[in-house]
């Protein structure tokens, strides 16, 4: 399919990763839907998190097929990603405990003597 090279020449990407261009190459224009993306992306990362699979097929493929679109060789398409499970993040132990200022003044003050005594020596 040449909607790789379509992507590629209009300068949208530095490069199509190789499972887009699996998925695209295999497939005929009817035979591409969301399922088969999704399916294209179990296939080739069975093992991987859903966040890899939505970063190396479904966001790429997307991506040249509705660049196509909106040249008018085909119909866009939108689907779901794979659902991404996120982590809470525990709060910094610097946050809200000191000012910025305090641990960057301490530094000034314990650097600027040697500063001092190294262009004094011309270093």
Known sequence: ??????YLAAGK???VSGAT??????CE??????????QSAIDLYPNAKNS?????VIVPTLAVINHCAEL???SPLRMKRFKV?????????????MPLEQPLNGLILELLPLYVRNRSKGI
């Open 72 to 74: 008018g060789h085909c």
């Open 21 to 26: 261009r699996q998925i695209l190459g295999r």
């Open 29 to 38: 224009d009817a035979d591409i839907n969301s399922g088969s993306i999704r």
């Open 85 to 97: 499970d996120t982590r809470s993040r525990s709060p910094s132990p610097w946050s809200g405990s």
């Open 52 to 56: 890899t699979r939505n970063r190396q």
């Open 1 to 6: 399919m040449k909607a790789s090279a379509l």
């Open 13 to 15: 990407a530095i490069k």
